[in-house]
């Protein structure tokens, strides 16, 4: 009887203590945070060469219950568990960035508007073109456009994709795939690079989950 009831204690305590890191993990977590990594797609390597980045993905978190999830602009836009979203990244690496100035989203009604946009993208196609318009959308312009739209925020500088290096063999290979000669070089673009840069933004001092 005694080894029962020292097991169950044993059994209690231990889901007790999963559950407080768990819950001491989440807190380190703040909803709006904007993670970044180095995707295993594809497309990644062309991305980091043509902008000079070692991150070719972000997504926004939000808390939503016990759980964190990242919404994301992949193939669809969705939203995705935060342990899973970190296992697909390279060497499962990441870095998370928050506004400088956190009374932006304080407020549970300015937390709202900012997911309000972001769910409004839910759905949409993976933007393979990295066209501006909404039809289709890709990782940072989701980001990007959510906190302009809601926090009237620009994280990082809209550039041209005549701005990046195309020089390279491997993004020269990608442009053909997408555009063949009609490349679109006045298109308006925002880089994972750029949001990433913004002056706005700080970097976050997170334990590896």
Same mark, same amino acid.
């Given at each position: 009887?005694?080894?029962?009831?020292?097991?169950?204690?044993?059994?209690?305590?231990?889901? @007790?203590?999963?559950?407080?890191?768990?819950?001491?993990?989440?807190? !380190?977590?703040?909803?709006? #945070? &904007?993670? +970044?990594?180095? $995707?295993?797609?594809?497309?990644?390597?062309?991305?980091?060469?043509?902008?000079?980045?070692?991150?070719?993905?972000?997504?926004?978190?939000?808390?939503?219950?016990?759980?964190?999830?990242?919404?994301?602009?992949?193939?669809?836009?969705?939203?995705?568990?935060?342990?899973?979203?970190?296992?697909?990244?390279?060497?499962?690496?990441?870095?998370?960035?928050?506004?400088?100035?956190?009374?932006?989203?304080?407020?549970?009604? @300015?937390?709202?508007?900012?997911?309000?946009?972001?769910?409004?993208? !839910?759905?949409?196609?993976? #933007? &393979?073109? +990295?066209?501006? $318009?909404?039809?289709?959308?890709?990782?940072?312009?989701?980001?990007?456009?959510?906190?302009?739209?809601?926090?009237?925020?620009?994280?990082?500088?809209?550039?041209?994709?005549?701005?990046?290096?195309?020089?390279?063999?491997?993004?020269?290979?990608?442009?053909?795939?997408?555009?063949?000669?009609?490349?679109?070089?006045?298109?308006?673009?925002?880089?994972?690079?750029?949001?990433?840069?913004?002056?706005?933004?700080?970097?976050?001092?997170?334990?590896?989950?």
């Amino acid at each position: 009887m005694r080894k029962l009831i020292f097991f169950l204690f044993a059994f209690v305590l231990a889901i @007790s203590l999963l559950s407080f890191d768990s819950q001491e993990k989440n807190k !380190l977590f703040r909803q709006g #945070d &904007i993670i +970044f990594q180095t $995707s295993l797609s594809a497309q990644s390597q062309a991305i980091q060469l043509a902008t000079k980045s070692n991150y070719s993905h972000c997504g926004i978190i939000f808390k939503e219950g016990e759980n964190i999830f990242v919404y994301e602009a992949v193939q669809p836009v969705k939203k995705t568990l935060l342990k899973d979203w970190i296992k697909r990244g390279k060497n499962q690496q990441y870095v998370v960035k928050r506004l400088k100035k956190p009374n932006l989203l304080e407020s549970e009604a @300015s937390i709202a508007t900012l997911k309000k946009e972001v769910t409004k993208l !839910l759905g949409k196609k993976y #933007d &393979i073109y +990295f066209n501006w $318009s909404d039809d289709a959308i890709y990782c940072s312009e989701l980001i990007w456009k959510a906190y302009k739209r809601a926090l009237n925020v620009e994280l990082g500088k809209l550039e041209k994709l005549s701005d990046f290096d195309l020089s390279n063999p491997v993004v020269k290979k990608i442009i053909a795939q997408r555009y063949g000669k009609n490349i679109p070089l006045n298109e308006s673009v925002i880089s994972p690079a750029r949001v990433f840069e913004s002056d706005l933004l700080e970097e976050v001092k997170l334990p590896k989950i």
